[in-house]
């Protein structure tokens, strides 16, 4: 792989990692500083990534639309859509996800 994107990619995922671990096992005062400092990062992180997967006119995504020849469009739900829902609302690590658990 090319270095830069291998440091970048490497930061990345040491960031996440470490909000992950704060987030699951830290202190609660720690806890808090990930939930108001980093959540809103990640989330606006998140919609950035994910907000452009919208349909056009046709029913297509607007984001996977321009990744491919007018053949091979996706329709929404694209395959980013649904790998955010699965993430968000079905992630295989944690059980169920906490606003979830939250509502019963
Ligand atoms: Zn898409």
Redesign the pocket.
């Known amino acids: 792989m090319d270095v830069v994107f291998d440091e970048l990619h490497r930061r990345v995922k040491s960031y996440l990692a470490t909000v992950k671990n704060v987030a699951a096992g830290g202190g609660d005062e720690a806890a808090l500083v990930i939930a108001r400092d980093d959540l809103p990062l990640i989330v606006d992180a998140f919609d950035a990534l994910f907000g452009?997967?919208?349909p056009d006119d046709n029913g297509h995504?607007?984001?996977?639309?321009r990744?491919g020849r007018w053949w091979r469009r996706?329709r929404?739900?694209?395959?980013?859509?649904l790998q955010a829902q699965i993430a968000l609302f079905h992630p295989t690590s944690h059980g169920r996800h906490a606003l979830t658990r939250a509502e019963l």
């Open positions: 452009g997967h919208i995504c607007r984001q996977c639309h990744a996706r929404v739900p694209c395959r980013v859509f």
